[in-house]
């Protein structure tokens, strides 16, 4: 097996890792179903198609009706539940007609049913539901500055939040005075329950206040639509009320589960690693940062292990997990672990027999048909010489036309999960 391929198949056995069907499942089992009242199923997310399929497994006829809102592409058959897709990660009026069926749905809960909401990342883009006078292409623009401007995710749903009627614990506060079971997949590092999808069922820790302050850091405040801006600051006047915090008695009846975090898939990924003959070191599993920088970073332990001088001794791989942003300055196509890969690929030149590979376990990376990419040593000189200048190519953002002219993305298709990025570098071989 060359290196590549063990780097791929150590990808592939942390993907395997987060199939959300026998974790959605084991979840269920510990959840008793009402006795008289309905089962209504909610959700929205890249995995939550797939949770959905899973929770039908479960309880079949006793769930009584349900609206689930799924990225293009994340369909899964289902009976009893109905899935939606919608526009991802910019929303679309897909997402807010399905956000709006999932508030009908949930107001019409009575004290003895349950709600069961499946949430995953990519929720909150799915479920647009803006308050009036905040239209949809007030949330699709203040979604776009955002992105661009290398906001984190948490930041980013901290401003949704409170331009929203169901994020930020509003969807518990619609379905009260219903039980609400809420099984959550993280993809946000550190699992916090009001960040995932932008915690429709937790207490919100994020406040208006911290929502403007946001826009200011990023330098937004002029740029972002005039409704968004009135109603952050009106919020933080106390004009309009707060999203709910902790201690709001709507929570009593609401329980919050993280059914599965990256931690699952960097551990699946250590044990291929071992398996196949490397030494595996976990560097981290909450990688954080710009992109290009962090990879800079990375390849570091990798170098030194090529030494002699690193944490383990070669043949070894070093693996973390965690997600990086970008902060878009160029015109070019790519995503996060594309860029990645390609400042990688430069920080390493003419480094041997040292392979990285990042990619998402979502299936997609940025507004590409990859997950990700792998690069070794010798990827900056190929790019050269098929006439492509990959530094020129960084500065503009531009990674994916990079890899898919070198043949070097890794492209898995939709997984149906998500539980943030993986990245790993395989240094020597075992076979020697």
């Known amino acids: 097996m060359t290196l590549r391929e063990s780097a791929r198949s150590i990808f592939d056995a942390g993907l395997a890792a987060g199939d959300v069907r026998p974790l959605t499942l084991r979840a269920l089992s510990h959840i008793v179903p009402p006795a008289h009242g309905r089962v209504l199923v909610v959700g929205a997310g890249k995995a939550s198609g797939a949770m959905a399929a899973a929770a039908e497994e479960a309880w079949g006829e006793r769930i009584a009706d349900g609206l689930v809102a799924v990225k293009n592409g994340y369909l899964v058959p289902t009976r009893r539940v109905r899935l939606v897709e919608a526009g991802h990660p910019v929303p679309d009026e897909r997402g807010a007609a399905a956000a709006r069926g999932i508030l009908a749905l949930v107001e019409s809960a009575a004290m003895d049913d349950l709600v069961l909401v499946l949430v995953s990342g990519g929720g909150s883009a799915l479920t647009p539901a803006p308050v009036p006078p905040i239209t949809l292409a007030d949330k699709q623009a203040v ?36 039980r609400v079971e809420a099984l959550l997949l993280s993809d946000v590092v550190g699992d916090p329950l009001d960040v995932i999808a932008s915690g429709p069922t937790a207490p919100d820790a994020s406040t208006f206040a911290e929502a403007l302050a946001i826009l200011d850091r990023f330098g937004l405040r002029d740029r972002a639509p005039r409704a968004v801006l009135d109603r952050l600051e009106s919020g933080v006047r106390g004009e309009v009320p707060e999203t709910p915090k902790r201690g709001d008695p709507l929570f009593a009846r609401v329980r919050n589960t993280v059914i599965s975090n990256n931690a699952l898939v960097v551990d699946a990924a250590a044990a291929r690693a071992r398996e196949l003959g490397f030494s595996p070191h976990v560097l981290t599993r909450a990688l954080e940062g710009e992109a290009r920088d962090v990879a800079s970073r990375f390849v570091e332990p990798a170098r030194a292990i090529k030494a002699g001088r690193g944490p383990v001794a070669a043949p070894a791989c070093v693996i973390a997990g965690g997600e990086t942003t970008v902060t878009v300055r160029g015109t070019g196509t790519g995503g996060r672990c594309q860029e990645f890969a390609l400042a990688a ?88």
């Open 143 to 178: 979604t776009r500055l955002l992105l661009a401007a290398g906001a984190t995710i948490n930041q980013l749903n901290a401003v949704r939040k409170h331009c929203s009627l169901l994020k930020g614990g509003q969807l518990a506060r619609a379905a009260a005075p219903a």
């Open 345 to 432: 690929a430069l920080a390493m030149e003419g480094t041997e027999d040292v392979v990285v590979l990042a990619a998402g376990t979502d299936g997609t990376d940025g507004p590409t048909d990859a997950a990700g990419a792998i690069a070794d040593g010798e990827s900056a000189a190929r790019a050269r010489a098929q006439g492509v200048d990959p530094a020129a190519r960084l500065e503009d953002n531009d990674s994916h036309p990079v890899f898919a002219s070198l043949g070097d993305l890794v492209v898995t298709g939709p997984t149906n999960t998500n539980l943030l990025d993986l990245y790993v570098a395989v240094v020597g071989s075992p076979s020697g």
